[in-house]
């Protein structure tokens, strides 16, 4: 059994690990489960706590079962010496820096194995599963270097590493054989593609978005997902080019989720986001003027510390 807690990349994740243990033959169960994996998130205190209590509700409902904390969460109990998980009855704890091992090994599962043997009657799929069907989350970067001052991730997440163009069109097709129609692009930061290795940039609202517009353009090319669309991205991340393949190709979906977290040029160099809000004007004329009817979603945080009334208007 698998519970996923968090964003898109979380999801992405998870599903690829739900592939692993159904090539191995494992079934899942969610009523005599005896593995759940839980991927955890720490983007928020609130998030934290959810995936303590969930940890702690799945081991009191499943006490035969082994329970496996695993992501972002875990990554941080990890880090932080005045953490005592192990008083929550998890018995596996795996990080960022080491959830990459093979599953199977790391549960000492052998190929083949099967975990549970639900009834046909009431076998259910989880979520993640019913949603692959129709829309992939596909994983194509990891890590940030941004340092955000609100945010935790470039400490959970710290290593920017991004897979090859190939890899990701090899996934893709492995989506359109599986009979999916969407695939979602996704990551921590996923107009850092292919910037891996380079450090912290100065000036990293200026770095080129040319390795996801490469990406995107050799995914146009070599698939036939129908719909393709993108995780959050940075609001000054999209070149003049960029945007014409938005204009030009109605396998984008016309619609994007630019953070622009707040509208206040002071908040904004508080938080080190590297952008204006001139800047997230221009982006947003622009995307609109190749795409008319585009749908743009965003973040905005309120009450940041240093927060005025003028500021807060500002984002208003």
Request: with cysteine.
């Amino acid at each position: 059994m698998t519970v996923n807690l968090g964003c898109r990349l979380n999801q992405a994740e998870l599903t690829s690990l739900e592939s692993v243990f159904n090539q191995a033959g494992c079934l899942y169960d969610k009523n005599q489960p005896q593995v759940i994996i839980v991927n955890t998130c720490a983007v928020t205190a609130k998030a934290e706590k959810e995936s303590r209590q969930r940890l702690r509700r799945l081991k009191k409902l499943y006490p035969q079962a082994v329970v496996v904390a695993w992501g972002c969460g875990a990554q941080r109990w990890l880090k932080d010496k005045a953490v005592d998980w192990r008083s929550w009855g998890i018995d596996y704890i795996y990080g960022n820096d080491n959830k990459d091992q093979h599953p199977l090994q790391f549960l000492k599962i052998k190929p083949g194995q099967t975990l549970s043997k639900p009834k046909p009657s009431n076998h259910k799929v989880n979520s993640a599963q019913l949603i692959s069907r129709v829309r992939r989350f596909i994983k194509i970067q990891d890590g940030c270097r941004r340092y955000c001052t609100y945010c935790i991730i470039p400490y959970t997440r710290p290593e920017p590493a991004s897979k090859s163009i190939q890899q990701v069109v090899a996934e893709i097709k492995r989506a359109e054989k599986d009979g999916v129609k969407e695939v979602v692009l996704t990551g921590v930061d996923i107009s850092a593609y292919g910037q891996d290795g380079n450090g912290r940039q100065n000036n990293w609202y200026q770095v080129s978005s040319q390795g996801l517009e490469d990406l995107t353009k050799t995914i146009l090319d070599k698939t036939v997902v129908s719909r393709i669309r993108f995780g959050s991205i940075n609001p000054v991340s999209f070149t003049p080019s960029f945007i014409d393949l938005f204009r030009n190709n109605p396998r984008l979906m016309p619609h994007l989720h630019i953070s622009l977290q707040s509208g206040s040029d002071k908040i904004l160099k508080l938080m080190n986001r590297g952008y204006s809000r001139e800047q997230f004007r221009q982006t947003i004329s622009r995307l609109r003027s190749a795409v008319p009817d585009i749908l743009i979603s965003t973040d905005i945080v309120v009450g940041f510390p240093g927060e005025t009334e003028s500021d807060f208007n500002d984002t208003v």
